[in-house]
């Protein structure tokens, strides 16, 4: 064979070896993994029983994440998280939203709360039903309300139940107002709640819609009352198109049943709300069961 013969042939042979080296199906071995492994590498996936907490946004809002795997108890029920939950431990939502308003209870307990009453007819029922069952809850007047059913704010506070102030007539702007109007709307509301029962504790306060802002949280303090959020919301004031009051409620408490977790704050509205009334009647029992129900410290 000739030099030039044997040039050729180790010319040919080393391209092969570089073509082979570069070629996509090993290309990513260079260094140490594949492109699969790469991706994983920096986007872990959750297990499938892990949902993160959604962000809370200085409005108060949350954002729900997408797709939220369910969790369920060993007999499919729902409120107790899955064995493998347990193990890696739940995921729990911070005790404040960024404003700093409270949406955990710091505790075990769970508490329950219900806005916008007192409501003459509704109010009433719920209260009955939390005497029956032994359970003290929080009650977020509406000044003006509160004003015209005091009757009903002194059997609140005469049965053992939290009192939080919920603004004056419910404005969900009300943040965005000045200042001055601002302290004067929550003041009112408080002194018509201690019209009712002087000297009545009023530790708490919730914006309407939840729609809380660093201001709002710093002028309920200035007057004494620390601001609550909630963690489990089943939008009871929304009836859906076409949805009866028998699947209201049972959405109801499939939804509050699902949701509560060791530590939550319930959010409910006693107001025009026949159907949570019915709702309650399940759910009360139910979560004396599974949870320690106590109102919000006064």
Same mark, same amino acid.
């Given at each position: 064979m000739s030099l030039t013969q044997r040039r050729v042939g180790l010319g040919v042979l080393v391209g092969a070896a570089f073509a082979l080296l570069l070629s996509p199906s090993n290309a990513g071995q260079l260094n140490g993994f594949s492109k699969h492994n790469a991706v994983a590498r920096y986007a872990p996936d959750l297990p499938a029983n892990r949902a993160? !907490? +959604?962000?809370? #946004?200085?409005? =108060?809002?949350?954002?729900? &994440?997408?797709?939220? !795997? +369910?969790?369920? #108890?060993?007999? =499919?029920?729902?409120?107790? &998280?899955?064995p493998s939950a347990s193990a890696s431990g739940p995921v729990k939502q911070p005790q404040f939203t960024s404003t700093g308003a409270l949406r955990r209870t710091g505790s075990d307990a769970v508490a329950l709360t219900f806005d916008d009453g007192p409501d003459p007819v509704n109010t009433p029922l719920i209260l009955d039903l939390l005497k029956q069952e032994g359970v003290k809850a929080t009650f977020c007047l509406v000044g003006f309300r509160a004003r015209d059913n005091p009757d009903l704010v002194r059997r609140i506070v005469a049965e053992g139940h939290t009192l939080c102030n919920h603004s004056w007539q419910h404005l969900l702007d009300l943040a965005k107002r000045p200042p001055a109007e601002i302290a004067q709307d929550l003041e009112h509301t408080n002194e018509v709640i201690r019209a009712a029962v002087p000297d009545a504790k009023i530790p708490y306060f919730r914006a309407p819609g939840g729609n809380f802002t660093k201001d709002l949280v710093r002028a309920a303090k200035q007057l004494g009352m620390t601001s609550i959020y909630w963690q489990v919301d089943p939008r009871d004031w929304e009836h859906k198109k076409e949805e009866s009051a028998t699947a209201h409620v049972d959405r109801l408490v499939h939804d509050i049943k699902r949701d509560t977790k060791p530590g939550a704050i319930v959010l409910s509205h006693d107001n025009k709300q026949p159907t949570t009334i019915e709702a309650y009647k399940i759910l009360l029992p139910w979560l004396k069961q599974h949870f320690q129900l106590e109102p919000l410290p006064a």
């Amino acid at each position: 064979m000739s030099l030039t013969q044997r040039r050729v042939g180790l010319g040919v042979l080393v391209g092969a070896a570089f073509a082979l080296l570069l070629s996509p199906s090993n290309a990513g071995q260079l260094n140490g993994f594949s492109k699969h492994n790469a991706v994983a590498r920096y986007a872990p996936d959750l297990p499938a029983n892990r949902a993160v !907490a +959604p962000p809370v #946004s200085d409005a =108060g809002s949350t954002a729900a &994440p997408a797709n939220p !795997a +369910p969790t369920t #108890s060993a007999g =499919g029920g729902p409120g107790t &998280p899955s064995p493998s939950a347990s193990a890696s431990g739940p995921v729990k939502q911070p005790q404040f939203t960024s404003t700093g308003a409270l949406r955990r209870t710091g505790s075990d307990a769970v508490a329950l709360t219900f806005d916008d009453g007192p409501d003459p007819v509704n109010t009433p029922l719920i209260l009955d039903l939390l005497k029956q069952e032994g359970v003290k809850a929080t009650f977020c007047l509406v000044g003006f309300r509160a004003r015209d059913n005091p009757d009903l704010v002194r059997r609140i506070v005469a049965e053992g139940h939290t009192l939080c102030n919920h603004s004056w007539q419910h404005l969900l702007d009300l943040a965005k107002r000045p200042p001055a109007e601002i302290a004067q709307d929550l003041e009112h509301t408080n002194e018509v709640i201690r019209a009712a029962v002087p000297d009545a504790k009023i530790p708490y306060f919730r914006a309407p819609g939840g729609n809380f802002t660093k201001d709002l949280v710093r002028a309920a303090k200035q007057l004494g009352m620390t601001s609550i959020y909630w963690q489990v919301d089943p939008r009871d004031w929304e009836h859906k198109k076409e949805e009866s009051a028998t699947a209201h409620v049972d959405r109801l408490v499939h939804d509050i049943k699902r949701d509560t977790k060791p530590g939550a704050i319930v959010l409910s509205h006693d107001n025009k709300q026949p159907t949570t009334i019915e709702a309650y009647k399940i759910l009360l029992p139910w979560l004396k069961q599974h949870f320690q129900l106590e109102p919000l410290p006064a």
